[in-house]
């Protein structure tokens, strides 16, 4: 609720602090003490234009800050909050400032952090529900109707909702796994071409590797053959290097036991031979591994070719050629599967909507039902708020299927007829501002609604009544206040007497400065205010009495 108003240089105020309470709390003061200001004021923290207009002459700036205060923050200005990285920890008062130039700029903050104004706008229908002369939210917004009746006939509309997404997510669902199966299916016959090329070509992980491999042995057998042909030459035949190393090798062993150091010679020469051995089984292996075989060499480059070429065409390289072979095949498979699948996400789908509407037909009796008693309620307020003439009726029309949604079937609006004879018509196309207020106030009664605003304001709803019908007036909206806060800018001193706190508006002049002050009266300050309401200028005897007697029956 609202806890606290500080204005400075606002139009005709100055400087102003002040503070309510939960119940009711009345505004009074003679016309065109400024009561509209206050209004004004608060408006701007609640997102309202900022008019440069608005800032008291000879100042550069104006501002307001506003303080609420909750048990519990309302969901919808938490979820907003916490959109905009606002924290607000358990217990601590939302302060909302606003300031305003003279040249015509304005900020706005959040408990010190800075905001803008949109976000205000956001948040205000949960803080402030505003009825006055220009109304155009709150009760007359047509958008909100459904909700208000809902919980006036406390149907169910989370089952409903909860019904709503899963057939939609059902749908969802579907129309997915159609638009896959339709584009797969356009694609089956080149996939069938596709899989069946690398089924032909059986490409293997690593083959490209080994056939470049294969083919560069190749290419250098192909360069080197005429010096291994040179070199096997000089190692073959009986008069070849090595032929003749071995047959010295004879020749030494024969007479190697005549002297030691001819033992030593037939060592080394056997140690040559060995080697020379090696080299000649070494140059005739080079020699076989670079063969040269023009049909080979063909053939591997050929396949190099048909392996690289389908690689660009599935845009990979050619070792995941099979990877995309085992794709296509799933995907085919998929295919086939997704077929066989559709049908039951149809069945899915086609039950989740039956569940939807089997519930939604229930949640519009239960409305249908709760209108009945709603029209009714209204129409026992209406006779003691002196609209005894006036007609009230809760349309309810059933929408097409495109504009079903989680709310259910149904779009619900608050109509009204003044005259007799007069057609229905929606609640903010009354042209009398005092009986739109008394309208709402008696919709208002009539639903004992909770869960909507933390604050709710009547500004002069009591315009043009007065006895009987201001006194109804001021008890209904006691009673409305008795859960929460609302405050009331009146005229009527039956009303002001229902007030558990009672504020005074008024201006003063000094020389050619002008100011509005709003004071908090005590008890015989209250009977003063009433007296003066009741009698005008002059405040008599008897109205001083009869200012008693009203504030006594409350």
Known sequence: MLTRLSIRNIVLIEALDLDFSRGLGVLTGETGAGKSILLDALGLVLGDRADSGLVRAGEDKASVAASFEFSAL?????????????????????????????????????????VGVALLREISASLVELHGQHDDRGLVNARGHRALLDRYARGDVVGVEAAWRAWRLAEDALAQARASIEQASTDRDLLLSFLAELTALSPEEGEEAELAEARATMQKGERLSGDLGELQHLWAGSDSAL???????????????????????????????????????????????LTHDPAMLDRIETRL?????????????????????????????????????????????????????????????????????????????????????????????????????????DAVEFLIATNPGADFAPLGKIASG????????????????EGGAATVIFDEIDRGVGGAVASAIGDRLARLAAGGQLLAVT????????????????????????????????????????????????????????????????
């Not at 979820?79 to 706005?108: F, M």
């Not at 005092?434 to 609604?449: C, D, M, Q, T, Y």
């Open 74 to 114: 309302p969901p919808a200005v938490s979820a907003v909050l916490g959109d905009a990285d606002i924290e607000i920890e358990p217990g601590e008062a939302l302060v909302i400032k606003r300031q305003v130039k003279a040249d015509g700029g304005s900020k706005a903050s959040i408990n010190d952090q800075p």
């Open 491 to 554: 005229h009527s001193p039956q009303v002001a007497a229902r007030g558990k706190t009672h504020y005074v508006i008024a201006k003063s002049s000094e020389g050619t400065v002008t100011r509005t002050s709003v004071g908090l009266l005590d008890q015989a300050g209250r009977q003063e205010e009433i007296a003066r309401m009741l009698s005008g200028a002059e405040v008599t005897p008897e109205a001083r009495a009869q200012a008693d007697r009203l504030l006594e029956g409350v």
């Open 305 to 409: 070719f048909e392996l690289r070429a389908a690689a660009r065409k599935h845009n990979c390289q050619v070792d995941d050629l099979p990877a995309k072979a085992r794709d296509m095949r799933a995907t085919l498979d998929a295919i086939e599967g997704g077929e066989a699948e559709l049908g039951e996400l149809v069945a899915r789908a086609h039950e989740a909507g039956l569940h939807y509407q089997a519930l939604a037909e229930t949640l519009s009796i239960t409305r249908y039902e709760a209108s009945q008693r709603l029209d009714k309620a209204v129409a026992a307020e209406l006779a003691p708020l002196k609209l005894d003439a006036a007609r009230f009726k809760t349309q309810i029309l059933r929408l097409p299927e495109d504009r079903w949604g989680p709310g259910g079937m």
């Open 434 to 449: 005092g009986e739109l207020s008394r309208f709402i106030l008696a919709l208002k009664v009539a639903l004992a609604e």
């Open 243 to 289: 032929a003749s190393l071995r047959g010295a090798a004879r020749r030494l062993d024969r007479i190697a036991t005549e002297h030691p150091l001819l033992a030593e010679a037939l060592a080394a020469l056997d140690r040559a031979v060995i080697e020379a051995s090696e080299a000649e089984d070494r140059l005739n292996r080079a020699a076989e591994a």
